[in-house]
């Protein structure tokens, strides 16, 4: 059974950082794109980043650019987001999600909800003083 766990969320002042993890279950993330989203209350979910299958390219929403940092580790079948600089308007359910390559190859990966078929159940972040 194909499972995305998320874990790593917490309450954290602002400007502090925090690791998100994403781990994999029931299958090997080598053949998939990842995405991080975040839904705040009363919002819809947004695309934070996202991590082609080889690692090569990377995309990043512009309100997170040069804070936030996606990295995967297909070893231990988990991908990280690293946030740093983490501000009140942070706060959020965080999601991991994961497609399998196709066409697109190994350098593409998409910010788009839709483009993602499985989904971890998320893990909360509240940065608040």
């Known amino acids: 059974q194909l499972q995305l766990v998320e874990s790593g969320g917490g309450v954290v002042q602002p400007g502090g950082s925090l690791r998100l993890a994403c781990a994999a279950s029931?299958?090997?993330?080598?053949?998939?794109?990842i995405g991080w989203f975040r839904q705040a209350p009363g919002k819809e979910r947004e695309g934070v980043s996202c991590?082609?299958?080889?690692?090569?390219?990377?995309n990043y929403a512009d309100s997170v650019k040069g804070r936030f940092t996606i990295s995967r580790d297909n070893a231990k079948n988990t991908v990280f987001l690293q946030m740093n600089s983490l501000k009140p308007e942070d706060t959020a359910v965080y999601y991991c999600?994961?497609?399998?390559?196709?066409?697109?190859?190994?350098?593409?990966?998409?910010?788009?909800?839709?483009?993602?078929?499985?989904w971890g159940r998320g893990t909360q972040v509240t940065v608040s003083s």
């Open positions: 991590i082609s299958s080889s690692g090569i390219s990377t």
């Open positions: 999600a994961a497609v399998r390559l196709d066409y697109r190859g190994t350098r593409y990966c998409s910010l788009n909800v839709d483009a993602y078929d499985y």
């Open positions: 029931g299958f090997t993330l080598d053949y998939y794109r």
